[in-house]
T-cell receptor
Framework: AQTVTQSQPEMSVQEAETVTLSCTYD???????LFWYKQPPSRQMILVIR??????QNATENRFSVNFQKAAKSFSLKISDSQLGDTAMYFC??????????????FGTGTRLQVTL | EPEVTQTPSHQVTQMGQEVILRCVPI?????FYWYRQILGQKVEFLVS????????KSEIFDDQFSVERPDGSNFTLKIRSTKLEDSAMYFC???????????FGPGTRLTVT
């Protein structure tokens, strides 16, 4: 079974600064997907960014980028120019795709990010 | 932009009662999921559904739980006899064929008293 570990329960960053959230995972699979989801106080789960394991290039989405190290099984999220609206719980998630069937997400325990003035 | 919707947003029920949580997935999506999140904990997978049948279920999804797609738009989660430990946020998610992003609804907060 796959496991996802987020070793930072809480982090804080000042507005306009850059912060990196860590995620490691354990799998014997070669083909899989990794995601970062954001959960603000409203508790809605919002997809932030996606990475396919077969792609060496790190995914970017505006101020959000990842550092994907497949050999090290590491998938960190970098938030640049942090904004107050980035304050949220961030979950790392793993998915092994199964053709023709639904594929579940396995989540880490989350990192609570506080952006301060 | 299309989105997953869930009703009700908050449900309070007494232990032993049946509850039905409702979800309307994004209209062209064919894969459906239920997850739950006990307060302060991580999001846990309950069940996945495709082609009118369960694809996978977790050990949490025991005989007290069932899912149904009663028509072309709704996807429901039923808990037959609720327990105190069923109190949690329940999220529905869906995804389209050929993609792997799952889009989540806003959740239903279930409180069992």
């Amino acid at each position: 079974a796959q496991t996802v570990t987020q070793s930072q329960p809480e982090m804080s960053v000042q507005e306009a600064e850059t912060v990196t959230l860590s995620c490691t995972y354990d799998t014997s699979e070669n083909n899989y997907y990794l995601f970062w989801y954001k959960q603000p106080p409203s508790r809605q789960m919002i997809l932030v960014i996606r990475q396919e394991a077969y792609k060496q290039q790190n995914a970017t989405e505006n101020r959000f980028s990842v550092n994907f190290q497949k050999a090290a099984k590491s998938f960190s999220l970098k938030i640049s120019d942090s904004q107050l609206g980035d304050t949220a719980m961030y979950f790392c998630a793993f998915m092994k795709p199964h053709t023709g069937t639904a594929s579940k997400l396995t989540f880490g325990t989350g990192t609570r990010l506080q952006v301060t003035l | 932009e299309p989105e997953v919707t869930q009703t009700p947003s908050h449900q309070v029920t007494q232990m032993g009662q049946e509850v039905i949580l409702r979800c309307v997935p994004i209209s062209n999506h064919l894969y459906f999921y239920w997850y739950r999140q006990i307060l302060g904990q991580k999001v846990e997978f309950l069940v996945s559904f495709y082609n009118n049948e369960i694809s996978e279920k977790s050990e949490i999804f025991d005989d007290q739980f069932s899912v149904e797609r009663p028509d072309g738009s709704n996807f429901t989660l039923k808990i037959r006899s609720t327990k105190l430990e069923d109190s949690a946020m329940y999220f529905c998610a869906s995804r389209a064929t050929g993609t792997y992003e799952q889009y989540f609804g806003p959740g239903t907060r279930l409180t069992v008293t």
